[in-house]
């Protein structure tokens, strides 16, 4: 069985994934949201071409004339969040939305390209090296696949030689280990700190009194760690965290609140809940205080429309595209989904928890990390899905 795990190739990861959207690099950050309100996806691919978007698409596809074109990066809706949350964008949003997408496209190759037959390790491999994203070609078979092709391109698919492409994030492939989990028996049952996966260097951690704004580098560097940030007491215990997956469900109204409150606050507004009604007011009297005239017509438009939070969306799932949010957002009409929604509340785990218990833990709450306590409820570091990933690509190779 081992033998077999390791003949796996990233194609049978793909089963049931559904096409990814796509983005031009030459769009602005208003196309970019306008895309993630219509799609309900929290994070739209962006292509370095005018892929599904071009008049006869279809034929230049079949003739190859789009071969060239590649995924160089994605768009979340937190990227967008923070964007505007810089003093000269929250002054003068409208100007700010007319920047090109191109300014989220990161350099640490956090999209990767694989063809369907590469290894299972060789995808752990790229993931460890920083790759979020793998996009992988999607094979279109049957007799109705030319009128596949032309419906998809030009609802905005991404074809490449007559291909969709999918991506496989973190979690699709830790879910992925987990159904063969018995190889690895020996390894998933010991503690996790007898593994050597507590990272105790990247934590990042704010105070619940501090001003939410001064989360926002800690919300940058966790976006690209794939963790988040710790909310902390005054004894250093963990109390919550101000999560970019959380960030993830929002509107942008969420922007003036990052811009007027204190990081405790932040967690009550952007609770799955929504947010009460005083902070609302709090954060309207805030701006209003500063004369940050744009941001506030921006949040009273925004909040005509919806419920200040958006239900929580599909954060572009292993289910849908890439996969931290558990329910969806209904569009703009405001409430809430049925399904599960992540709230600010902290996932937790303890030094001496087994590494299964931890991978089922994150997976079920549809996250890449867990934070790790002492009793006293004290950081002792967090566990991410990278560091699961490399004890079982190091198990996987001794297995060959």
Same mark, same amino acid.
């Not at 049957?142 to 009128?147: A, T």
């Given at each position: ?35 993630? #309100? ?22 230049? +596809? ?9 995924? %160089?990066? #994605? ?71 030319? #009128?596949?092709?032309? =419906? ?53 951690? *704010? ?21 988040? +940030? ?23 109204? *969420? ?11 932040? @967690? ?12 609302? =007011? ?10 940050? *005239?744009?941001?506030?017509?921006? @949040? ?39 399904? %599960? +929604? ?27 990390? %867990?934070?790790? %306590? #002492? ?7 967090? +566990? ?14 001794? @297995?060959?």
């Amino acid at each position: 069985m081992a033998a077999s795990l390791l003949a796996r190739e990233v194609s049978d990861l793909c089963l049931g994934k559904p096409p990814l959207r796509c983005l031009s690099i030459s769009a602005t950050v208003a196309d970019a949201l306008s895309a993630l #309100k219509r799609s309900g996806d929290n994070c739209v691919s962006v292509w370095s071409c005018n892929h599904g978007q071009l008049p006869g698409a279809a034929d230049k +596809v079949d003739a190859g004339g789009l071969d060239e074109c590649r995924c %160089v990066g #994605k768009v979340c809706t937190v990227d967008i969040i923070t964007f505007l949350c810089t003093e000269e964008n929250l002054s003068n949003p409208g100007t700010a939305l007319q920047a090109p997408v191109s300014v989220f496209i990161r350099k640490t190759g956090d999209v990767r390209h694989l063809e369907p037959n590469a290894s299972l390790v060789e995808a752990i491999d790229w993931i460890l090296e920083g790759a979020q994203n793998l996009v992988i070609p999607l094979e279109i078979s049957g007799r109705n696949s030319r #009128k596949k092709l032309l =419906q998809n391109t030009l609802s905005n698919s991404t074809f490449h030689n007559n291909r969709q492409y999918c991506w496989l994030t973190q979690e699709d492939v830790v879910r992925y280990l987990v159904n063969s989990i018995g190889l690895f028996s020996q390894t998933a049952v010991n503690p996790i700190n007898s593994l050597d996966i507590i990272d105790v260097q990247n934590i990042n951690t *704010v105070h619940y009194d501090d001003p939410a704004s001064s989360a926002l580098p800690f919300v940058a560097q966790s976006l690209d760690l794939q963790t988040s +940030v710790a909310i902390v007491d005054g004894d250093s215990k963990l109390v919550g965290e101000i999560s970019p997956f959380t960030l993830n469900s929002c509107d942008e109204d *969420v922007v003036a609140a990052i811009a007027t409150l204190s990081a405790g606050d932040l @967690m009550a507004y952007i609770d799955c809940s929504g947010p009460p009604e005083d902070l609302v =007011q709090l954060v309207k009297d805030r701006l209003q205080e500063r004369n940050l *005239v744009k941001a506030l017509e921006l @949040m009273e438009e925004d909040s005509g429309t919806s419920s200040g939070i958006s239900s929580v969306s599909s954060s572009c799932s292993s289910s849908e595209d890439e996969g931290f949010g558990v329910g969806r957002r209904n569009g703009r009409s405001g409430g809430y989904s049925a399904k %599960v +929604v992540r709230r600010s509340e902290a996932i937790v785990c303890h030094p001496w928890s087994s590494l299964v218990a931890v991978m089922i833990q994150a997976l079920s709450h549809r996250v890449s990390y %867990v934070w790790v %306590v #002492k009793e006293d409820r004290t950081l002792a570091g967090i +566990v991410t899905f990278a560091g699961m990933l490399k004890v079982f690509r190091d198990r996987l190779r001794t @297995m060959a």
